[in-house]
């Protein structure tokens, strides 16, 4: 029972954290810009470590200029927020307009299975959210990882609050 209470408090703190990223979206877009730029610096980091744990020297060289990017990355996230932020937005973006096309197209091998509805219509949001980005730059960089940010946290609460009840109500 006190597992349950505690999975439920975190939920709500998630879904409360989600609401108060979408009341302010810049904040929660610079602190997403923020918070990725520390997680590329410190596995950055863990990965130039990991080098001395690689056998051979065409794995080290690789871990090696894979972490050196991550920091280089971390680095110019975190001294140049406002860059960082648009050039996360393009990337989120252009992630979107992808992923949409390629649902799309697979949707069609699916057109004979219940599947297929979900799929292209999820394909077709995504598009619709890419162009919408795209459209709207830069000014959608001021806001888009922010909702974004918070609809995820309100998304995984509600999640959390859900698997916790039928966890109890199973288990």
């Known amino acids: ?23 302010n979206p810049l904040a929660a877009t610079l602190t997403a810009e923020q918070v990725a730029g520390w997680g590329f610096l410190i596995i ?6 990991a080098v001395f744990r690689q056998v051979s020297w065409g794995g080290r060289i690789w871990v090696l200029l ?60 995504s598009v619709i959210l890419a162009v919408m ?4 730059f830069p000014a959608s960089a001021a806001s888009i990882l922010g909702i974004l940010l918070a609809v995820e946290l309100i998304s995984n609460g509600i999640t959390i609050i859900a698997i916790s009840s039928v966890r109890e109500a199973t288990g």
């Open 1 to 23: 029972m006190a597992g349950k209470v505690l999975w439920i408090i975190v939920g709500c703190l998630s879904v409360l954290a989600g609401f108060f990223a979408l009341a």
């Open 44 to 49: 950055g980091i863990l990965q130039i470590f």
């Open 66 to 125: 894979v972490g050196l990017l991550m920091v280089l990355l971390g680095i110019n996230l975190l001294a140049k927020p406002l860059v960082g932020v648009m050039a996360l937005t393009l990337t989120v973006a252009a992630m979107f307009l992808v992923e949409g096309i390629f649902k799309v197209v697979l949707s069609f091998s699916l057109r004979q299975t219940p599947a297929f509805w979900l799929v292209l219509l999820s394909g077709a949001l």
């Open 133 to 136: 980005i795209f459209s709207n």
